[in-house]
């Protein structure tokens, strides 16, 4: 059940960013940022700690900066698997990882979710 609440809010939270992130459009209401949600759970989970591990020496180099970049291909993996999620660029891609984890935090604050 906790885990269903956290993805309703990360379709929120999708929903927000998206509409403060020029470049970035969900089409397709609630629904569409719910697949987002999902697919980015999904992503995190498996994709991000791969290229997380592949990564490192970059990471340590540009002293954990490089770790916006796995975020901005994890957007992109996103908006390649589900349709009505488009992102035109790098930068608008970043906003969004930024606007959206800041959103879910606040959101997930609010809910009680840790």
Known sequence: MNFLIRLILSAVAVLAAA???P????EGGFWAAFKVAIAL???NTFVKPV?????FPFTI????LFLFVINVIIIYLASYF?????VTGFVPALIFSVILSVA???????AGND
């Open 41 to 43: 759970a999904l992503l």
């Open 61 to 64: 180099l540009t002293l954990g």
């Open 82 to 86: 589900v349709d009505g999620f488009k």
């Open 104 to 110: 879910t935090w606040i959101l997930n604050a609010f």
């Open 51 to 55: 290229l997380q591990f592949f990564a």
């Open 19 to 21: 509409y403060f992130t």
């Open 23 to 26: 470049g970035v459009k969900v």
